[in-house]
């Protein structure tokens, strides 16, 4: 046991220095960059895009530090500035698919998976869902009421402050990610010795199977469902690669992720701005659900007259 143990720590270590390689320096970079002309630019751009959206230009705020900060930063800048409840819907909405895409993106590229793809499915949710929102209800006119209210610390002024601020934040990361990979690298590697993982997998066939993939993709969907896609990468690149996850599942694994990833964090942070989390899960997951069987039946279409084509 203790040599189990022992490994498995190895193997959370291995992929905490390969995850932190990137976590720290984006999250730096980001933090860094927070302050300055570019980052108000950036937002000074997005703004008259969010009419479209039935949104006042203040959320474009949220919309970009969500998106490139992470979700945290985004809840704190929509607590300060006043939004109909029909507003915090779609923004939540399409926060909830397309946040820290910089970050999230980065780290799973790591197992093999397209960058581009990703970006273009999670923008894609976002967009598709705040217009559909914003067309089709008519209510939600009135003041949101947020279910508390937190205070930001002051900014802080002057280079120096920011550099501090920014290496702390991106420390900050580095130990939540050792804090969650270590620990759940030897829980997998006690349960992978001990072939627990067989019977996890017989458990979720049913499940993968419906959603067009083989029971081995189930430790990669379980993972990036749970621990979301920076903090459960290492898992799944470690799965995909012992498990022999064909680059297929991995593919249609990741479609569902990236629609509906680290379900009870990304949902419950909502729960400040006083709107009701449930719709948030709902529609994530049967956006993840019916978009992953989609491709998968599509892929299947494909694949079979390229098959009959090639062994003729």
Avoid at 102 to 131: D, N, Q, Y
Avoid at 155 to 164: D, E, K, M, Y
Wanted: hydrophobic share 60%.
């Amino acid at each position: 046991m203790v040599g189990t143990l022992q490994r498995g720590v190895i193997a959370g270590l291995k992929t905490s220095w390969a995850l932190g390689k990137i976590i720290f320096p984006v999250t730096l970079v980001l933090a860094l960059l927070q302050p300055t002309p570019l980052f108000s630019w950036l937002i000074d751009l997005v703004t008259p895009l969010m009419k479209w959206f039935g949104l006042s230009g203040d959320a474009a705020v949220p919309l970009v530090l969500g998106n490139l900060l992470g979700l945290y930063a985004a809840i704190g800048a929509m607590l300060t500035i006043e939004f109909t409840v029909k507003e915090v819907l779609i923004l939540a909405i399409m926060l909830s698919f397309s946040h820290n895409l910089i970050v999230e993106s980065s780290v799973a590229s790591r197992t093999g998976m397209s960058v581009w793809l990703m970006l273009a499915v999670r923008i894609g949710l976002a967009v598709v869902s705040g217009l559909l929102i914003a067309h089709l209800w008519d209510g939600g006119h009135e003041a949101a009421q947020y279910g508390f209210i937190t205070h930001e610390a002051a900014p802080p002024v002057g280079w120096g402050a920011i550099a501090l601020a920014a290496l702390k934040k991106a420390a900050t990361g580095i130990v939540q990610l050792v804090a969650i990979v270590i620990p759940l690298m030897t829980i997998i590697q006690v349960l992978k010795e001990r072939h627990w993982i067989e019977t996890f997998s017989r458990w979720m066939a049913p499940v993968t199977k419906m959603l067009g993939m083989s029971a081995n993709t189930s430790l990669t969907l379980a993972a990036g469902f749970v621990f979301g896609l920076a903090y459960g990468a290492g898992v799944m690149i470690q799965a995909a690669k012992e498990d022999g996850v064909s680059k297929r599942d991995l593919t249609l694994a990741f479609i569902f992720l990236v629609s509906c990833h680290a379900v009870v964090e990304d949902t419950l942070i909502f729960v400040p701005l006083g709107i009701s989390v449930w719709p948030l899960l709902v529609i994530r997951l049967v956006t993840a659900v019916l978009l992953t069987m989609a491709v998968a039946f599509l892929w299947r279409r494909f694949e079979h007259p390229m098959r009959k084509e090639a062994a003729s």
